[in-house]
């Protein structure tokens, strides 16, 4: 059980300092597929209306929405030895603008779903809007990464909690050495908490991941939208990491979010959001309502998601090894950002051709909403 004294840092009221109230979505918003290779122990989708991915309109969620205006002054937890931190001299978060270059975090797979490493920049095409980009910057670098672990916390996951810590575990010490970690638990809105902020630790990160409730119903959109802002200001961390990670695991959908999967899949979108890659435990009441949604928010950030047998928890472990791997085997593209273009979406596509490779498959954000600007510790 979580002990009231706790250290944990408590979402909630972040979420409501960042976002403005959303209506609660429909049931019909929250079913979600993705088609992994076979090597992937990926559960293949069936054919789905609801498995159309999101349309660019669904997206264009107002920016006075709230969904990146930065909170005010730090305010403290509601609960006993809790407290949401400060940033910035004085406690005060400071606006920077964002760089004039776009970064995409790429990987690279064959027609047999192998990863290709070692391409060079000539290999390399980036268009936005489907305009060619000239590539700024190149590199093919296992760089570290600053990751969220969001880890479905409501009851219906008491049973799968150890076999799900012990992946989590594994993907930590998979990862680069230098990566920071933190771990957000999460079940309904009221419920949202950072057990462990940014760190290497082994023992802190089992020890957050071990500091399990497993009550409540499922919100997921809160979660990520809110842990998104932390990973982007990446507050208390000497030296911000420039590549972003949420991993989130869930063995159901969300019923109990104030944010739509379209506001969380807008947020996630913004230029300096992380990649997602998301692991669904789900049985077939789960996968009819939940896979649109766990899917949308892998493939529209340059992640993936992975279906696994609720029955099968070893296939996790196996899962969460691929995706450390898949993070640390990145191309990093950057391009000059066009600033007199229009402040809606912009979509991006990046192809790769090479001598002796057939069908190269490039997987990276579909785009991305430009102008924001980003929270910076000074």
Do not use: C, W
């Not at 309109?57 to 969904?67: Q, R, S, Y």
């Not at 760089?143 to 008491?158: E, F, H, K, T």
């Amino acid at each position: 059980m979580r002990q009231p004294n706790s250290p944990a840092l408590v979402l909630p009221l972040l979420l409501s300092a960042l976002l403005a109230p959303a209506q609660t979505q429909s049931a019909g918003q929250n079913a979600a597929s993705q088609a992994p290779s076979a090597s992937q122990t990926a559960v293949q989708p069936a054919s789905d209306p609801m498995d159309e991915p999101l349309r660019p309109e669904e997206l264009a969620v107002p920016t006075n929405a709230g969904l990146t205006a930065p909170p005010s002054a730090a305010t403290p937890s509601e609960k006993p030895g809790t407290e949401l931190k400060k940033s910035g001299k004085g406690g005060i978060f400071t606006l920077r603008t964002q760089v004039e270059e776009v970064v995409l975090h790429a990987t690279v797979m064959d027609e047999h779903d192998r990863m290709i490493a070692g391409l060079d920049r000539s290999a390399f095409t980036v268009y936005e809007d489907g305009r060619p980009q000239p590539i700024t910057s190149f590199r093919y670098e296992d760089v570290p990464v600053a990751v969220g672990i969001l880890v479905d916390d409501s009851a219906s996951m008491r049973d799968k909690r150890p076999a799900v810590t012990q992946a989590a575990l594994n993907f930590v010490r998979a990862s680069n050495p230098k990566d920071l970690v933190f771990v957000v638990n999460f079940s309904d809105q009221d419920d949202i908490y950072i057990d462990a902020d940014f760190t290497s630790s082994i023992p802190k990160l089992k020890e957050a991941l071990e500091n399990i409730d497993s009550r409540g119903q499922t919100a997921l959109y809160d979660a990520i939208v809110a842990s998104a802002d932390h990973v982007t200001k990446q507050t208390g961390v000497a030296g911000k990491l420039d590549k972003k990670v949420l991993l989130v695991i869930t063995d159901g959908y969300d019923n109990d979010s104030k944010q739509s999967l379209e506001q969380a899949v807008r947020r996630v979108q913004e230029e300096d959001g992380p990649l997602i890659y998301t692991v669904g435990l789900l049985d077939d009441y789960s996968k009819r309502r939940g896979k649109r949604a766990l899917k949308e928010l892998a493939e529209q950030t340059g992640g993936i998601a992975y279906f696994l047998n609720p029955n099968d928890l070893a296939q996790v472990n196996a899962v969460t090894q691929q995706i450390a791997h898949d993070i640390r085997n990145q191309y990093i593209l950057g391009y000059k950002k066009n600033q007199n273009a229009n402040a809606g979406f912009r979509s991006v596509r990046v192809t790769a051709k090479a001598r002796g490779y057939k069908d190269l498959r490039v997987r990276t954000r579909s785009g991305y909403f430009p102008g924001q600007e980003q929270l910076a510790n000074q």
